[in-house]
């Protein structure tokens, strides 16, 4: 190990589900204050490991642009919150190990993020509707992914007579 080096699993916080069941671990997820969005990242991006330690997955070359602008694509990275995710986390097969975080599609109401592609800077963003403020990216064939959050943490609750 080099002088200077850390290691991933020391940056792994402890984080509790939300169904009080099992508790998983991510590097660098501290309690938040605002709206329980979590950040948003490529599909992909992150591997759940046998001891249920939430890494990045050194494997991530990022999306394709052919799929880049695909919400289908993009997951939050917070405890899961859906029964499909938790029963992922759940499963001791290594099959299930790359479906254990919530989808953006399944948010509600459908049609509540805003999917654009910047041609000239070759990115991808993802706009919410229901927290307004808040906005992901990726840069496709790359890992480069982030996300920030500048709002009132008040959710846009006239979105569903707008869509």
Known sequence: KKSGSRSLASHSRKLDAPCGGASVHAPGFAPRRGPRLGQASAEGAHALNE??????????????????????????FRPPASVVALRAAARTDTEFFA?????????????????????????????????????????????????????????????PFMI
């Open 99 to 159: 479906h254990f975080l919530d989808a953006l599609e399944g948010d509600l109401p459908k049609g509540c993020w805003a999917v654009r592609q910047d041609p000239s800077a070759n990115v991808v963003m993802l706009k919410s509707l229901n927290w307004p403020g808040y906005i992901a990216y990726h840069v496709p064939g790359t890992p480069k992914f982030g996300g920030m959050y500048f709002g009132y943490a008040q959710k846009n609750r006239d979105l």
């Open 51 to 76: 001891s249920n330690m939430i890494l990045p997955n050194l494997d991530f070359k990022g999306l394709p642009a052919s799929e880049a602008t695909a919400l289908s694509k993009y997951v939050h």
